[in-house]
């Protein structure tokens, strides 16, 4: 015997739509508590937002005061990596005994404390 097709209002595929929209709950989640599948409601999902034209909203002022600087914090790491990457490139002459490069004791903001054989000193 096969189980009969069931059939949603469209009513009902909106609610639940705007209810992952809203909540950013994940599907899963959402088709769990309405009793439909998560690929079913991940079909109306994309059908809704074709046809309301996305649903992404703008961001406050705060959000983009914290995604600037966010992204300049991103930027400053890259920077740092990069020139760690250079300076452990280049200190790969000067191994001592161990085999073992400058060591990074501390890193924070444009200051880095490195050990290299022994001695310390200050990089800026």
């Not at 703008?58 to 005061?65: C, G, S, Y």
């Not at 280049?90 to 924070?108: C, K, M, T, Y």
Request: hydrophobic share 30%.
């Amino acid at each position: 015997m096969t189980a009969s097709r069931r059939r949603f209002t469209q009513e009902f595929k909106d609610e639940s739509c705007l209810e992952v929209i809203a909540t950013s709950k994940p599907i899963k989640d959402v088709a769990g508590a309405y009793g439909v599948g998560a690929e079913t409601l991940r079909n109306w999902l994309r059908k809704y937002r074709q046809n309301h034209g996305g649903t992404e909203t703008e961001l406050t002022l705060t959000e983009r005061a914290r995604l600037k600087e966010l992204e300049r914090e991103n930027q400053e790491l890259r920077a740092e990596t990069a020139f760690l990457k250079t300076a452990s490139l280049d200190s790969g002459s000067q191994r001592n005994g161990l085999g073992w490069g400058p060591v990074v004791e501390a890193f924070s903001g444009s200051q880095s404390r490195w050990r290299t054989a022994g001695s310390s000193m200050l990089v800026e």
